[in-house]
Nanobody, 125 residues
Framework: QVRLVGSGGGLVQAGGSLRLSCTASGRTSGNYGMAWFRQAPGKEREFVAA????????GYTDSVKGRFTISRDNAENTVYLQMNSLKPEDTAVYYC??????????????????WGQGTQVTVSS
């Protein structure tokens, strides 16, 4: 089993920054990729960014490119999401996810095996 614990959310003004963290414990070997998703009120959960655990390759949804950066610390089994230039439309619950299968870059939530508990990010205008 794998446990993911996310943290770092909060309230910030538009234009501000936040950094989310997600630490994995348990069976971490074989982890091919990790990702961040978000879910705004009344909307479906959507893909934000993903990273390949082995070499740090990354991918982003268009709406966050140039503003968000996903990174990882292999020694700490932790993935980060640095969010800059935040906008009110970034307001959502953010979830980290882990994928234990080949082809690390996936954007559908059904393709991830484990999920964190979610952390709230609120951006005020």
């Amino acid at each position: 089993q794998v446990r993911l614990v996310g943290s770092g959310g909060g309230l910030v003004q538009a234009g501000g920054s936040l950094r989310l963290s997600c630490t994995a414990s348990g069976r971490t070997s074989g982890n091919y990729g990790m990702a961040w998703f978000r879910q705004a009120p009344g909307k479906e959960r959507e893909f934000v960014a993903a990273i390949r655990w082995s070499d740090g390759s990354t991918g982003y949804t268009d709406s966050v490119k140039g503003r968000f950066t996903i990174s990882r610390d292999n020694a700490e089994n932790t993935v980060y999401l640095q969010m800059n230039s935040l906008k009110p439309e970034d307001t959502a619950v953010y979830y980290c996810a882990a994928r234990y299968a080949r082809s690390w870059y996936r954007t559908l939530e059904s393709e991830y095996d484990y999920w964190g508990q979610g952390t709230q990010v609120t951006v005020s205008s």
